[in-house]
């Protein structure tokens, strides 16, 4: 047990791919830890993290369950920078620590971690590599359309507020293209699948 020898970062906008990506990966046998479920149980009730939020950010922020009014916290962040710091402050070393105690735990010579906004936050120093799916807009907005059931304008502000494609490709070891149909994308992720059993062994060795 220990840290994997290579640890791939899969990232990409909203509606790339990076779920069903990550599902043929695990499905190959790669473990894939997530950064978002990582983020969502740091402020299930009871959680450590939402106590911090409670004391920075007020009651008002928490539901009568006991868990994080998601909705309100978001038009917080949204409106003030300084607060979306702070929580980023709270949040980001409690994800980043999880992770890496998630990694330890593994026994396989790769890992996939999930960080849908990798470089919007910074959180890229546990990766080896970054493997970025890249769909072009139309494509991205389509997929989303039929998947949340958002409108154009909804759709239109996340990804106005996520990094841009070119910043994305511009920081990717890897790209998988995803604008073709299902099975050519699980043909890349085996492709590549492939190619990180072989750097993770010669890592292995060269250690
Ligand atoms: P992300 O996790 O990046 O938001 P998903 O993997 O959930 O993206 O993909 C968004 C939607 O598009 C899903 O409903 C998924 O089934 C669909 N999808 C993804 N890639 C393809 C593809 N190559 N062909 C058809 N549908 C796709």
Redesign the pocket.
Known sequence: MGRPALVVVLT??????????SRHFEKLGVPVIDADLIAREQVAPGAPALDEIRERFGAAVITPMGGLDRDRMRGIVFEDSTKRLQLQQILHPRIRSEMQLRLEQLDTSYAVLVIPLLLESGQNSLADRILV?DTPEVRQRE??Q??DGLNETQIEQIIAAQVDRQSRLAAADDVIS?D???Q??EKAVEQLHRRYLGMAERRLISS
């Open positions: 990409g906008g909203i509606g790339s791919g990076k779920s069903t990506v799916v997929r989303v039929q998947r995803n073709g149909d299902l050519a994308l």
